[in-house]
């Protein structure tokens, strides 16, 4: 049983004069915060900005990297290669760390987002290419996937501290992968099933999936969805609810969890 958790969030995903996410709001209750790169989501205005808000919140900062795909929102699967895996890793990675450095912090991690996390979790040569890039990069980061998949193996055969990371508000299918996003059901939107969902990963390791089978998963963290239009409200109702199940939350590498 846990008795601490990271709790993170995915964020920095607004684009020019377009505006996504509560951020600041999110930032009051989250340990961890996963900036978008300009890949998938972000510019680096808004770099910067989600930086500065993380960093005076004081909480952990790691690169949220894509694939290439403004339009899609990184959620369209693109056929690529290591090697191009790789190098838009270790890309993305530079420039949040430039931001990072200039606000007088340190990235903590790294987390893949949307396809390319989900086509990690499953393609061992994908994963390693990440991994690679991370190692690459700085071999002190800690690389953050779906738990049990295939990218946390890759971070460990590449020597790094990995995080396993599970979904308050997404549905799992029987395997452990998360439901495809579209099908009915794969986004839990009622908060009161999230959070019951978050309690039961966090405390017992355990998530019930899609066709009725129990999962026992590993959790060092879990995501908040910073593009849900309620973000602010839910990350701190899922808060509230760890502390109350006696569950300390700590960002990634402090409190023994990665």
């Known amino acids: 049983m ?55 919140a004081n ?17 369209r ?28 912090v ?21 994963a390693d290419a990440i991994a690679h890039a991370v190692r690459d990069f700085d071999a002190a980061l800690i690389l953050v996937g779906l738990a049990g998949s295939e990218l946390p193996r890759a971070g460990e055969r590449a020597g790094l501290a990995v995080a396993h990371e599970a979904f308050a508000d997404r549905a799992y299918e029987g395997g452990g992968s998360l439901a495809a996003r579209g099908s009915a059901g794969a986004v839990i939107e009622n908060v009161d099933a999230a959070v019951a969902q978050a309690i039961s990963i966090a405390r017992d390791g355990k998530v019930a999936a899609r066709d009725g089978s129990t999962l026992v998963l590993r959790a060092d963290t879990i995501c908040v969805h910073g593009d849900r239009a309620d973000a602010g409200v839910f990350a701190r109702r899922l808060r509230a609810a760890l502390e109350r199940a006696g569950l300390a939350v700590a960002p990634l590498g402090k409190g023994g969890h990665a």
């Open 77 to 104: 699967e693109m056929h690529i290669s290591a090697a191009d895996a790789h190098a838009m890793t270790l890309y993305q990675i530079g420039a949040l760390a430039g931001f990072a450095r200039a606000a007088g």
């Open 2 to 56: 846990n008795t601490t958790i990271d709790l993170n969030c995915d964020m920095g995903e607004s684009f020019g004069a377009w505006t996504m996410g509560e951020d600041a709001a999110v930032l009051a209750h989250v340990a961890s915060a996963n900036i978008a790169c300009g890949f998938h989501a972000g510019d680096p205005a808004t770099m910067r900005r989600t930086v500065g808000l993380a960093a005076r």
């Open 106 to 126: 340190r990235l903590r991690h790294v987390k893949p987002h949307g396809a390319l996390y989900n086509m990690a979790a499953r393609d061992a040569a994908l």
């Open 59 to 75: 909480v952990a900062i790691g690169a949220h990297v894509s694939l290439p795909d403004l339009v899609g929102f990184g959620r």
